[in-house]
């Protein structure tokens, strides 16, 4: 008989309650740590690769096989999931998650992408340990002068890029990312580059702003990451321009596998109207939330701002500029194409449609654009 899709949907929920329970972490940890130091940072795909990731493959089957309810037969499972997906039960954010990490666990650029991800975390704890801390530079004479950057990603917003330098890792129609070295003589650690890109939005530069700079509860009708958030150290976050916030996200099971946190604690910084009247240019910290100072530990975002802007011809659209130094310096290209495959493009469309649907159609939008339009939006949310 032909499964039913309540079933289908019960089984894919079975899984994921699964993959995020302790058991299939202290398994990740093991296969993790038994196989890394097979996996090298140049481009060639060794034979070993492939043996280890058909293993990986192999256990995690027989895992999804073990954790569906007993009166779900694994083989029927797997003839009802195409046709489950293909109708309205393939837009169910609960198991869009769950069906992502299935369809990856296969992919085998994904794994090794996951595998070199978490390689060059430990890589980097290693260097930490052995390398003595330098003073933080706020100062303008380093790698962390924020209104330096902040200057940065606004005149890349107004000017274009034609500096050199410069390394495409993805581009299509509405998205464009690049990555450069950051110079010897401010770096702070060897495999520090800057990132930028620029994305166009289906959104007006208000539905843009609501999007990105709003925080409370209803930010999960279009994000479906965000999980909610405090503020440890005080303040209103829709009327501060500079404010420390400890968020809860969910980027699903492979990120975090991959080593995202679940919980993302930073600091930002906004300027209104700046480069231009219109416009609002962002910057976020990774913040240590005891010794209130920047998180140096973070292995991923070290600085990221954006400039949130009108598009210059059409009204409908608006266009992030986006600046951000990290550690993924030491990566491959091709890594550096999964990681943005997997992250910024899916999420920024989704996020996008989202909003559509839940807020712009149910004329639901916020304004934040003005002082007096932000005042009553943080009254609303009192």
């Excluded at 999007?211 to 829709?238: I, M």
Aim: proline share 4%.
């Amino acid at each position: 008989a032909k499964m039913k899709e309540e079933d289908v949907f019960r089984g894919l929920k079975e899984i994921e309650a699964y993959i995020r329970g302790p058991k299939f972490e202290e398994w990740r940890k093991n296969f993790v740590d038994e196989h890394i130091d097979t996996f090298t940072y140049d481009d060639e795909n060794k034979l070993e690769y492939t043996t280890i990731h058909q293993s990986y493959e192999a256990q995690i089957e027989q895992m999804v096989e073990a954790s569906l309810p007993k009166d779900i037969a694994m083989a029927d499972f797997q003839e009802a999931l195409g046709p489950y997906l293909e109708g309205p039960g393939g837009s169910k954010e609960e198991t869009a998650k769950t069906v992502t990490l299935l369809l990856e666990v296969s992919d085998f650029e994904a794994f090794k992408g996951m595998m070199l991800f978490t390689k060059k975390e430990w890589d980097d704890a290693k260097d930490k340990a052995e390398a003595p801390a330098d003073d933080v530079k706020f100062d303008g004479s380093g790698v962390f002068d924020i209104d330096g950057l902040m200057d940065m990603v606004a005149a890349l917003s107004k000017h274009g890029r034609a500096d050199e330098g410069w390394d495409t890792v993805l581009k299509n129609d509405w998205l464009d990312i690049q990555r450069k070295k950051v110079s010897q003589e401010v770096r702070e650690h060897k495999d520090q580059i800057y990132m930028r890109g620029s994305i166009v939005f289906g959104l007006t530069y208000t539905e843009l702003v609501d999007a990105f700079a709003y925080f409370g509860e209803r930010r999960s009708q279009w994000d479906s990451n965000y999980k909610g958030h405090t503020l440890p150290k005080g303040g209103d976050v829709l009327l501060d321009d500079a404010c420390v916030i400890s968020s809860r996200i969910d980027f699903g099971a492979l990120l975090h596998m991959m080593g995202i946190p679940r919980q993302l604690d930073t600091k930002f910084f906004r300027k209104w109207d700046f480069p231009a009247k219109g416009t609002l240019t962002t910057a976020l910290v990774p913040w240590d939330i005891k010794t209130d100072t920047l998180n140096r530990n973070s292995s991923l975002l070290t600085l990221k701002t954006m400039t949130l802007a009108p598009h210059p011809t059409d009204p409908g659209k608006s266009i992030v500029t986006t600046l951000e130094i990290n550690r993924l310096g030491s990566l491959p290209k091709w890594v550096m194409n999964i990681l943005c495959t997997l992250t910024a493009p899916q999420m920024m469309r989704s996020l996008e449609q989202r909003y559509i649907k839940n807020i712009r159609n149910k004329g639901k939008g916020v304004d934040l654009t003005t002082p007096e339009s932000r005042k009553a939006a943080a009254a609303a949310a009192k």
